[in-house]
């Protein structure tokens, strides 16, 4: 791993790596807002990805904008954000506003914006790894080269039918798809060794004849070049890749799990000493991408950013209880009517 990290650095420069640093943070300062807001009873739930920060910021790095298509899960907001989603939208969908891109309907983390590429989110396990495949078929009837479709989910999915029916329908017709598995290693409070015998996801690849390869998911640069190598030799029809992204997650399920129950507090600490987070920032400065001093203030001005976003957000309007049935039925029709 170590040997990888090393090359890859030479293909990533500065201006780079400082944008998968301010991702990074922001996801971090999304996470602690959306909990805070929880506990003030401002928003029902809130979902962190803390230990998570680097695969998202490295795949969001190596996603094309205005080419290719996102197929994301629930627990991707910052890969979202480093796709183009704009921070505000993020709030208005937290707090369940009228001005939400689905008008205050969705729950918490499920966002769309189809001209930036970025699907529905489904809360069925598994269910876009299909629709990804799907999508990446269309592009293959239409010809449609240089673009691919990049699908997350957890180790959890790997554990679903969709998601087998999704690795070897790609791999039949070598479809221009990513499969990328943020492997945290709980599936909520089932941990990976209950769900398989396989130590590594990223094996099964095999047995279905694609590529697949593992990466340090607390690593940025290596997320990044590996999934924008796996994206090029998609883009031009080399066929789909697995990449398993080693990561943990650090926080509960969501603000209404009590992780407690179900794994101690001395697993959690240990893994929080590969915190993506701080690292990246030791390494920067180390690397001298940027000083202590620069640091300090990033983490200001993204803290700023954050809480004057959710501020405004928060001044603006409900939907209206006369809208329940817009947008769920075509036309005007009522199921009361």
């Not at 627990?75 to 939400?100: E, K, M, W, Y």
């Not at 590969?274 to 620069?294: K, N, Q, T, W, Y």
């Not at 954050?306 to 405004?312: C, E, G, L, M, Y």
């Amino acid at each position: 791993m170590a040997d990888t990290l090393a090359r890859s650095r030479h293909d990533v420069g500065n201006d780079r790596l400082l944008m998968l640093l301010r991702n990074m943070l922001t996801q971090r300062a999304v996470d602690t807002r959306g909990f805070q807001l929880n506990r003030q009873g401002k928003i029902a739930i809130a979902m962190g990805s803390e230990g998570h920060e680097a695969v998202q910021a490295g795949t969001g790095a190596a996603f094309v904008r205005g080419k290719d298509l996102l197929y994301p899960y629930y627990r991707n907001t910052g890969l979202i954000l480093a796709c183009g989603f704009p921070l505000d939208d993020v709030f208005r969908s937290q707090f369940a506003r009228a001005t939400d891109r689905t008008g205050g309907r969705n729950i918490i983390n499920h966002i769309t914006a189809r001209e930036m590429g970025i699907a529905s989110i489904s809360s069925i396990i598994a269910a876009q790894c299909t629709h990804a495949v799907g999508a990446a078929y269309a592009l293959r009837l239409r010809k449609d080269t240089g673009r691919a479709v990049f699908c997350q989910f957890g180790d959890g999915a790997t554990s679903e039918g969709e998601w087998h029916e999704a690795m070897n329908f790609a791999a039949v017709h070598r479809l221009p798809v990513v499969f990328i598995c943020e492997n945290n290693r709980w599936a909520i409070s089932t941990p990976q060794s209950k769900q398989m015998v396989n130590k590594d996801i990223a094996a099964k690849a095999v047995g279905y004849g694609m590529h697949g390869v593992i990466v340090d998911g607390f690593d940025p640069v290596a997320v990044y070049s590996t999934v924008h190598e796996a994206r090029e030799r998609a883009a031009v029809g080399g066929g789909p890749t697995l990449v398993e992204a080693k990561c943990y997650r650090f926080l509960s399920h969501t603000t209404d799990d009590d992780d407690r129950t179900y794994r101690t507090r001395e697993e959690v600490e240990a893994q929080r000493k590969l915190d993506p987070v701080p690292r990246f920032e030791e390494r920067l400065v180390a690397e001298g991408v940027i000083s202590e001093a620069e640091l300090t203030a990033l983490r200001v001005a993204i803290t700023e950013l954050v809480n004057a976003a959710t501020d405004k957000i928060e001044l603006e309007p409900s939907p209206e209880a006369g809208d329940l049935y817009s947008n769920v039925y075509a036309d005007t029709y009522s199921p009361w009517l």
